[in-house]
């Protein structure tokens, strides 16, 4: 006696191969960049980016040309085209002042300071999948900044370290 399957069942192999497939086509979401752009005290304005190729000297910002004394870091965060963005999805940003300050007459060590610790929700992307968040940093301008950015609520953490390498000669 042959038994007989029902008809979708010879279509399974073929439904799990198409379903694998989309999963490996989902991209996971990742932080791709991140920016910092000094806010002008003279003028009201942001400076381009202070980590991009080709930046500025970081010296002196709080008394120069362009003098500031915080700074606006925005992360960029791509979650890959028509993928959904998870509830809880948030970035987290840790900022830590270095204690040397090696231009400087009294070269003291001191330990290095954590100046922001703040985990801020993600918002609604474009449509690539491309979100922004933006975190201030106060009181900045003449010690180098740590900047560590992680991807929290998703089941695959991604995070990017970048310096902004402020110093002051006095």
Known sequence: MIERFPPFVSLLPLLLVCF????QAQEQPKISDIQARAFESRTGDFSADL???????LGNMPIGETASVSTFVIVKVDFGKDSPIPERAGVRLVATESGS???SVKRKRQADKIILDSTNAVGLADANGTTYVGFWLMKTGCQSIKLTATLTGVSKKSSKTEILAFTCYE
Request: charged share 15%.
């Open 101 to 103: 300050m090696p231009f």
């Open 51 to 57: 980590l991009s190729t080709g930046r500025a000297d």
């Open 20 to 23: 694998a497939a989309g999963l």
